[in-house]
């Protein structure tokens, strides 16, 4: 693995993008992504968002 500034700047790009697609499938489905995730909702959550992003 490569380190210095550019890998730092690729792997910031490539997380940014994965989080901007949750962010997206989530609108879409209509999940709230802010609100608290707990033991009972988990599933549900994780089920709803990778329905979307497939």
Do not use: F
Not at 13 to 40: R, W
């Amino acid at each position: 693995m490569t380190y210095g500034k550019e890998n730092n700047l690729k792997e910031w790009q490539k997380s940014d993008e994965i989080t901007k697609s949750i962010e997206q499938a989530a609108a879409n489905k209509v999940v709230n992504i802010n609100a608290a995730v707990t033991e009972e909702n988990i599933t549900d959550k994780i089920l709803q968002i990778s329905v979307t992003m497939q």
